[in-house]
Nanobody
Framework: QVQLVESGGGLVQPGGSLRLSCTVSGSILSINAMGWYRQGPGKERELVAGFVSGGNTNYISAVKGRFTISRDNAKNTVYLQMNSLKPEDTAVYYC?????????????????????WGRGTQVTVSS
């Protein structure tokens, strides 16, 4: 069974840094797209940063220049380096992915399953 497992959250002071990790456990062919979402207290879930096919990345304006998304394909892992953290970054951070599986019933021999979610990791920025 395929799962997304997040780690790296915690309590940090304003201006501090954290690195989140999201690893895909289970047998997959590759990661089609992967990103980080967050949901702050009383707020809706929002996309923070993501990788799309072709290696392009995107970020919301609130985190540009402070957060960096990266990936290790060999480990099926995506990272979110968060620097210069602010209290408004406080949220539960979720990993989301579209995964590619081998499927010999299809013409191309693979299929893409969309919308896998991790359970989330809490990030709290407070003095």
């Amino acid at each position: 069974q395929v799962q997304l497992v997040e780690s790296g959250g915690g309590l940090v002071q304003p201006g501090g840094s954290l690195r989140l990790s999201c690893t895909v456990s289970g047998s997959i062919l590759s990661i089609n797209a992967m990103g980080w979402y967050r949901q702050g207290p009383g707020k809706e879930r929002e996309l923070v940063a993501g990788f799309v096919s072709g290696g392009n990345t995107n970020y919301i304006s609130a985190v540009k220049g402070r957060f960096t998304i990266s990936r290790d394909n060999a480990k099926n892992t995506v990272y979110l380096q968060m620097n210069s953290l602010k209290p408004e970054d406080t949220a539960v951070y979720y990993c989301n992915a579209d995964l590619v599986f081998r499927d010999e019933s299809t013409v191309g021999g693979y299929r893409v399953d969309y919308g896998y979610w991790g359970r989330g990791t809490q990030v709290t920025v407070s003095s």
